[in-house]
């Protein structure tokens, strides 16, 4: 198939049409290449979707920009639920909001899930040259034949798909990365997260009105666990628990109807009452897993190549999951247009990636105990407000880890966890001794910030990956 110094480029087939597949789509059509998308589930235009997991998303800046890229930013507009901050409620009633940024326009947007998958499939179908095969479940891959076994479930029907190639954006339980490292063609780990998550629904209140703020994201954090919840569209929102799998508090435990109630009423009072189908919904829905996934390569020869989810999941407390998706796919199209062969293309986009996936898995796995626990805690809201002031202070040098993650497509998640420790290390030993920010001392953060944190955008040993 490679003629050397020819390109080789001129199509492609993708397993797994959701967000990650949905958009590599569209990206690899407007490079000029001929697309075929494979989806196991049905098409998901035309119906109003399903429950499972979780079905609101929090959408933010790398997601927005590699959907402005792509073109399909302004069919989701009426769709999007703007959220500017976290709005932590404690046990007491009390509730305070902590703004996510100092900036208006530094904010987040809540959106369904399905409706996304509806309008990227919508645009990705409406291209010249992008094939959708909807109930096409991939089985099974012959790396010695370069073959790809795919059912149709709708003539269960198996065919051999030749792999030239076919890229895997089939999520976090990808059938493609667990036949890879089954054959030993790459290492993995599946780390599994001790807490689970469960969806619960507040229901929109009389004419569609909102029963709680609609313009943030809901916080209860409660120490080992938390519940949180994000804005609809429609009125509602949706709810999530993410809870210890086992243990005295844990889904294990919670089983019977009275000590679901119980659990529910006692740990966040001020909402109870508005999740009129709590404790039925809390024994119908599943329980899911939440895990990080590593591995040493993504792809195998000029074959295929993981991609999205099914490369790195990661745990959803930074709500980064998707938008880290999105930004892989800005980056395999780019890495399209640089090379002229697939396993340079594969090559240049695992040595890019791997290091920003890497930490942005760990930053999502810190955050949870953010969310869950530090919120709630004085000192590191005292930390969050002075870091704010900082970035006022030091625009170009100082800017909050979670606003470079959220806010700043430009700047990488690698430089934004390295730049993020030298922060953490001058906020801690700055508010060692103070109550409020008055008591900061100012001039001696201004002498370190200007030694440690070169602007952004200029390269040095901090930004270095
Ligand atoms: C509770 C929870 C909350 C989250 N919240 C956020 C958030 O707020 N913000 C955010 O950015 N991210 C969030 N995420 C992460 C986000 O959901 C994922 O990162 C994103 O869905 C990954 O997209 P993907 O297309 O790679 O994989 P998926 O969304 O898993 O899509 C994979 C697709 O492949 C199909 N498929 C699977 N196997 C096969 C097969 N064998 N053959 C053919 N097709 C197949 C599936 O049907 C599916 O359509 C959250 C995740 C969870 C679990």
Same mark, same amino acid.
């Given at each position: 198939?490679?003629?050397?110094?020819?390109?080789?480029?001129?199509?492609?087939?993708?397993?797994?049409?959701?967000?990650?597949?949905?958009?590599?789509?569209?990206?690899?059509?407007?490079?000029?290449?001929?697309?075929?998308?494979?989806?196991?589930?049905?098409?998901?235009?035309?119906?109003?979707?399903?429950?499972?997991?979780?079905?609101?998303?929090?959408?933010?800046?790398?997601?927005?920009?590699?959907?402005?890229?792509?073109?399909?930013?302004?069919?989701?507009?009426?769709?999007?639920?703007?959220?500017?901050?976290?709005?932590?409620?404690?046990?007491?009633?009390?509730?305070?909001?902590?703004?996510?940024?100092?900036?208006?326009?530094?904010?987040?947007?809540?959106?369904?899930?399905?409706?996304?998958?509806?309008?990227?499939?919508?645009?990705?179908?409406?291209?010249?040259?992008?094939?959708?095969?909807?109930?096409?479940?991939?089985?099974?891959?012959?790396?010695?034949?370069?073959?790809?076994?795919?059912?149709?479930?709708?003539?269960?029907?198996?065919?051999?798909?030749?792999?030239?190639?076919? *890229?895997? $954006?089939?999520? %976090?339980?990808?059938?493609?990365?667990?036949? #890879? !490292? &089954? @054959?030993?063609?790459?290492?993995?780990?599946?780390?599994?997260?001790?807490?689970?998550?469960?969806?619960?629904?507040?229901?929109?209140?009389?004419?569609?009105?909102?029963?709680?703020?609609?313009?943030?994201?809901?916080?209860?954090?409660?120490?080992?666990?938390?519940?949180?919840?994000?804005?609809?569209?429609?009125?509602?929102?949706?709810?999530?628990?993410?809870?210890?799998?086992?243990?005295?508090?844990?889904?294990?435990?919670?089983?019977?109807?009275?000590?679901?109630?119980?659990?529910?009423?006692?740990?966040?009072?001020?909402?109870?009452?508005?999740?009129?189908?709590?404790?039925?919904?809390?024994?119908?829905?599943?329980?899911?897993? *939440?895990? $990080?996934?590593? %591995?040493?390569?993504?792809?195998?020869?000029? #074959? !295929? &190549? @993981?991609?999205?989810?099914?490369?790195?999941?990661?745990?959803?407390?930074?709500?980064?999951?998707?938008?880290?998706?999105?930004?892989?796919?800005?980056?395999?199209?780019?890495?399209?247009?640089?090379?002229?062969?697939?396993?340079?293309?594969?090559?240049?986009?695992?040595?890019?990636?791997?290091?920003?996936?890497?930490?942005?898995?760990?930053?999502?796995?810190?955050?949870?105990?953010?969310?869950?626990?530090?919120?709630?805690?004085?000192?590191?809201?005292?930390?969050?407000?002075?870091?704010?002031?900082?970035?006022?202070?030091?625009?170009?040098?100082?800017?909050?880890?979670?606003?470079?993650?959220?806010?700043?497509?430009?700047?990488?998640?690698? $430089?934004?966890?390295?730049?993020?420790?030298?922060?953490?290390?001058?906020? &801690?030993?700055?508010?060692?001794?103070?109550?409020?920010?008055?008591?900061?001392?100012?001039?001696?953060?201004?002498?370190?910030?200007?030694?440690?944190?070169?602007?952004?955008?200029?390269?040095?040993?901090?930004?270095?990956?």
């Amino acid at each position: 198939m490679t003629v050397s110094g020819m390109r080789d480029l001129a199509s492609v087939d993708i397993v797994g049409a959701g967000p990650t597949g949905a958009l590599l789509a569209i990206l690899l059509q407007r490079r000029g290449l001929k697309v075929t998308l494979y989806e196991t589930r049905k098409d998901p235009r035309g119906n109003s979707g399903e429950s499972g997991r979780s079905i609101n998303l929090a959408l933010a800046d790398r997601g927005m920009h590699a959907l402005k890229v792509a073109g399909v930013s302004d069919d989701l507009a009426g769709a999007l639920v703007t959220m500017r901050g976290r709005l932590i409620h404690e046990k007491n009633g009390a509730q305070s909001l902590q703004l996510y940024g100092r900036r208006p326009d530094e904010v987040i947007h809540s959106i369904s899930r399905h409706r996304l998958n509806q309008v990227l499939l919508e645009a990705a179908a409406s291209l010249p040259g992008v094939e959708t095969r909807f109930e096409h479940r991939l089985e099974d891959a012959d790396f010695e034949n370069a073959a790809a076994q795919i059912r149709d479930l709708r003539r269960d029907r198996l065919s051999s798909v030749p792999m030239q190639p076919l *890229l895997a $954006t089939d999520g %976090a339980g990808s059938v493609m990365r667990r036949r #890879m !490292t &089954a @054959l030993g063609l790459i290492e993995t780990q599946e780390a599994d997260l001790e807490h689970g998550y469960k969806e619960l629904s507040i229901p929109e209140g009389p004419n569609g009105a909102y029963r709680m703020a609609s313009d943030a994201l809901h916080i209860w954090p409660r120490g080992n666990f938390m519940l949180i919840a994000l804005p609809n569209a429609d009125g509602s929102f949706t709810a999530t628990l993410f809870l210890p799998t086992r243990g005295a508090v844990s889904f294990e435990a919670l089983t019977s109807p009275p000590a679901i109630e119980r659990f529910l009423r006692t740990e966040f009072p001020d909402v109870y009452d508005l999740m009129p189908n709590c404790v039925a919904e809390f024994q119908a829905h599943p329980t899911g897993f *939440l895990g $990080t996934v590593y %591995a040493n390569r993504w792809s195998a020869g000029g #074959m !295929t &190549a @993981l991609i999205g989810d099914a490369a790195h999941a990661i745990v959803p407390f930074h709500g980064q999951g998707m938008n880290c998706c999105f930004e892989d796919c800005l980056e395999f199209s780019a890495a399209v247009a640089r090379n002229t062969t697939w396993p340079d293309v594969f090559a240049e986009f695992f040595a890019s990636r791997k290091p920003n996936t890497d930490a942005i898995a760990a930053m999502a796995l810190e955050n949870y105990l953010e969310m869950r626990e530090r919120v709630a805690d004085p000192r590191f809201r005292l930390q969050q407000s002075l870091a704010l002031e900082l970035e006022r202070r030091h625009p170009q040098r100082f800017i909050p880890r979670y606003s470079m993650v959220m806010f700043h497509h430009e700047i990488s998640y690698r $430089t934004a966890q390295l730049r993020g420790d030298i922060q953490a290390r001058l906020l &801690a030993e700055l508010s060692a001794n103070a109550a409020t920010l008055q008591d900061i001392d100012y001039e001696w953060a201004s002498r370190q910030i200007t030694r440690e944190l070169p602007p952004v955008g200029v390269r040095s040993s901090v930004t270095k990956e």
